[in-house]
């Protein structure tokens, strides 16, 4: 069976005819509902105390440091998995590999360690 | 490194030395530095001309351009030509360094004229060893630069300024004509190299061809400003404001003979451009008799000289234009010999009298200058022909090919002997005899040079004596060595002339010495016998006035070239560079701006509209790469 | 490729070099290790091998690519000057280290087999870029310029591997010369080309013509130059530059180059609107960084009409043009670094080309390496730009390519004007710079770059032949 693109036609119809719905429906619901606006009925409500100050909190970067390091380590570890099930098909050969692939990772490892970034308080 | 290499790089070297160190280096190392450059390449010069066996070698330094076919290298070339320069330009230059040792000692850029010389030494070396057009004419260009500066070295006085900024331009116009006989020669040959253009030219390209004589037009133009011919004369009288050893070396027994060397280098193309051989002669002629007539009147010890080379070099272009090639370079080195010999002499003088110059206010110097004396009486005698001395023997062959072509330019090319015999030693006995004309202080100061100074002239006085054996003619019993030993550079050439009869050749040698004798006897009645002396500038009336101030000549280029384009150049400031340069170029200019600060605006550094515009740019890339597919399935 | 693992190596040794008390050990540390690097990379000329299982190939090409590519970072390191005495805001370890990443993943780019290579070089590559950008950091524009390239690279990213895997999908294979073959012989056997394919060769071309910034994806280029520190901005216009130009010829040449047709219309237009639009926005430009990121947008216009002329001779000219663009580019910055330093408006280098007003008085070195570096950007002759352009106006003329060819010339005497902007404030204007006090392997720096592009200049068989 050859399709050509012309096959795919109703599709884009359906499509079209499904997306005028939607808007046509939404301008209207827009178009016919009543609005009225108070300043109570539009301020921000919240469990029925008031809101205090801004929704974003500044958070140490040294939170989103220690995070990302989690993660870095967290995932090569998981490079392991496959290397361990062929640990006896890889041989001497994927030993030594995933030594040295583990020897940077320290290096890595004692670099954070060297800079102080898992130092929380200084 | 090969021998041939290290010739132009020890001048090279002692330019950078001099040049880069000129508050470093001591003022006496400086000249030692430079003449020991110039004469490690001479022994280098003497060395390969020892070992030379007659076969042509080339020595590639390094492939310099390649464009398409067209291979341009810097190469250099050791035949006979270039040998023979070479001997001539570091010898003759090594004794000049060693004579600028003295003569500049007292001079404050001491340093800058050594580093000077050194470089012109170089460049001239790279114009005679290079193997291919290009490289000749970057050597062409600069000898014409340092020329330059070295004319107007002494740079604090305008006039030497102007003198060499008039060297310069007169140089350039030849150099356009050189620069488009070798666009001429790339076009039509596809190489600028000696060899391949020679060989080219034997495969049946016959006598008379258009190209070659357009080529050897546009080339003959070069050889006109660098060799002073007319109409591209005018500089080299100028250029005598220069030091005296520049005078000697750049404008007498080198730079200027450049001309004369392209000419016999490009033999092959010339060989096959009678009209071009043709001009060349009697272009030749008319600058030998034109500035000998100018000599006769000259006061200026130098002027006379420059206008000596003058003549002289047209001598050796009657020479080349009769096609005896050998004859003319046979000349090219017996005047570097007697030349450099008389401006060397006249330095010497002008050294003793604290910087004079003009011939009435010497006289009686033979026994104050008793070296200078004898050398520069041997270097007239060489000059006027009369034998046995070096000029005698060259300028004869010249004569006696002239004569064979035509008895009418030979006739000519004897008055111009009269007149350079008569010139010279009215220069002699003004100079060195009767009674001292200048001031008391003056003849307190008189001495002799140091030994600096009188070592080249004397060793310059024995090769003017005996240059001429180097090539004695059948004739007198020799056998033509020189001739023969270039013989193999003509082979390119169909016909070169051969002399004529022996009889005649005879009868011809002996007018001509006896015209020489006889107006060297002029000038000893008039300027020994009735002493007199010539008159001061306002006096002179007539035609000698005319001649005096050398025709006219230029003024009248004044009027014929630089007052149309100075008027031509108002013109074009007043009216084209409003309209043209204001309101086109600059209208161009403007909308360019003008696009830009539209253009700039594009790039108004929102993150979101760069994306949108790539998005974009990608969607319309695909889809009218895709048209084809996409069409085909609405069809 | 010794030197991939050599540079690695030395990446990591640099961060604990850091360490150490004594910071000005760093750049004399990176500069031998970058000559080292270069020794093993001189080592490989004339073998062609294969490593990693067909991942990357050493040849020639990839030595003479990587050797630029190294000279280009030896010079941007010797002008770094240790990135200064400011203990706390800068981190030269980092910085050399990173700097030596980049050109680990730049060589990965010069010498892939495997599409995935060309990826994972390029990422690594930008991932550095994008970091180095941003290391101002408490300069506003920095990081608003580290942002924006990191946006819009990762967005050219995803379109080179979109564009890798319709490759991929096509042909079954992700070798360049599996690729290749499978192309040429597709074009044999005169079956219509598939779509797929097809829009995957533009997609990676795409991609790569972000990173080198052509029209028109190149609206990245003027703002992350002016924002990144000068000297980052040196190295980024070299090295990413000369990468993405060779990993784009080596695609073009070996793998699509059966389907020349397809694409070269893609590459003729761009290459005409780059040169355009280069040229003529850089002329309104008053700051010289953003000068010089045109420039550099319109250099890479230039390579591309080499690259789209596809000729024998083409990679001798990408070659030499981009050994002739670093030169000159690394010349021009590390004099603006200088003079910018020197004359501070507001407390911050000013960068515009009225700071080097009267720069040759009492500072001619500095003044006469700044014009022979913009005369060879501009082109003229006795300059080694010169003959770049001369090559590759040459292979196109060759393969015909008249339209980008009068653009070219035309944009060519555009670009004089704004070149000769700073030779003429350094030249001709009154100014009082006092003289400037240069250490001296910044001078000698100055002194070999400038020597280099005149001899180029002069006699570019040289390097020309070597290549």
Known sequence: MNYQPSDYL?????????IAFIVATMLATHWLGPKRHSKLKDDVFECGIESIGDARTPISVKYFLVAILFVLFDVEIIFMYPWAVNFKA?????????????????LGFIYVIKKGVLKWEK | ?????????????????????????????????????????????VVLFMNFSGEVQIAKVFDWITVGKLNISMSFQIDQLSLLMLLIITGVGSLIHIYSMGYMSHDAGYGKF???????????????????????FIGWEGVGLCSYLLIGFWNKNTNYGTAARKAFIMNRIGDLGFLLGIFMIISHFGSVEYLDVFEDLGHGTVAGDKTIMWITLLLFIGAMGKSAQIPLYTWLPDAMAGPTPVSALIHAATMVTAGIYMVIRSNALYSLAPETLHIVGWVGLATALLAASIGIFQNDIKKVL??????????????????????????VMTHAFFKALLFLGA????????????????????????????????????????????????????????????PLMWGLALAGSVMTSFYMFRLLFLTFFGEFRGTKEQEHHLHESPLSMTLPLMILAVLSAVGGFFNVPHLLGGDSKLANFMAPLFAHSHAVAHAADESLEKTLMIIS???????????????????????ADSKVAGLQKVIYNKYYIDELYDTIFVKPISALSKFFYSVIDFLVIDLAIEGIGKLVKGLSSEARLMQDGRTGVYLFVMVLSIAVIIVWTLKDFILVGFK | MNSIIALSLFGIANLFLGFLNNRKILMPATLAFILFALGLNLADWNTEVLWFNNMLRTNNLSVNFTTVILVATLLVVAISRGFGDDEEHSHPAEYYAIMLFSVVGAIMMVTFENLLMLFIGLEILSVSMYVLTGSDKRNLRSNEAALKYFLMGAFATGILLFGVALVYGATGSFSIYGIGNFVTENRMGQSEITPMLYVGILLIIIGLLFKVSAAPFHFWTPDVYEGAPTIFTAFMSTVVKTAGFAALYRLLSVSFVGEYGKWVYLLYFLCAATLIIANITAVYQQSFKRMMAFSSISHAGYLLMTVTSNQATTQSSILFYSLAYSIATVT??????????????????????????????????????????????????????????????????????????????????????????????????????QEITIKPIYKLTLIITTILTILLGLMPDLVKSIF
């Open chain 1, 10 to 18: 109703p599709i884009l119809v359906q499509l079209g005819a499904a």
């Open chain 3, 332 to 433: 021009a910055f590390a004099v603006m670094i200088l003079v910018s330093e020197n004359k501070t408006s507001n407390g911050k280098p000013d960068e515009s080309f009225d700071a080097f007003k009267g720069l040759a008085k009492n500072n001619p070195l500095l003044a006469f390496a700044l014009a022979v570096s913009m005369l060879s950007l501009a082109g003229i002759p006795l300059t080694a730009g010169f003959w770049g352009k001369f090559f590759i106006f040459s292979d196109a003329f060759k393969r015909g390519l008249i339209l980008d060819l009068i653009v070219a010339v035309l944009m060519s005497a555009v670009g004089v004007y704004y070149y000769f902007k700073p030779i003429i404030a350094s030249y001709m204007k009154e100014g009082n710079i």
């Open chain 2, 513 to 535: 010495v006896i015209a020489a004798i006889l107006s060297a006897g002029i000038a000893y009645y008039l300027f020994i016998g009735k002493k007199s002396v010539p008159v």
């Open chain 2, 347 to 406: 330095g010497s003088v002008i050294h003793a009298m604290s910087d004079e110059q003009d011939i009435r206010k010497m006289g009686g110097l033979r026994k104050a200058l008793p070296i200078t004396f004898w050398t520069f009486l041997i270097a007239t005698i060489a000059i006027s022909g009369i034998p046995p001395f070096a000029g005698f023997f060259s300028k004869d062959e010249i004569l006696a090919h002239v004569y064979e072509h035509s």
């Open chain 2, 1 to 45: 490194m090969s021998l041939i290499t290290l010739i132009p790089l020890f001048p090279l070297i002692g330019f950078l030395i001099n040049g880069i160190g000129f508050n470093i280096v001591p003022k006496n190392l400086a000249g030692i530095i430079s003449t020991a450059a110039a004469l490690a390449s001479f022994c280098c010069a």
């Open chain 2, 306 to 331: 420059a206008y000596s080379t003058v003549s002289q070099l047209g001598y050796m272009f009657m020479g080349l234009g009769v096609m005896a090639y050998s004859s003319s370079f046979f000349h």
């Open chain 2, 114 to 136: 050594f580093s000077f010389l050194n470089l012109f030494l170089f460049f001239m070396l790279l114009l005679v060893m290079g193997s291919n057009y290009v490289v000749m």
């Open chain 1, 90 to 106: 890889l041989g001497w050969d994927g030993f030594m590999e995933m030594i040295v692939f583990m020897g940077l990772l320290l």
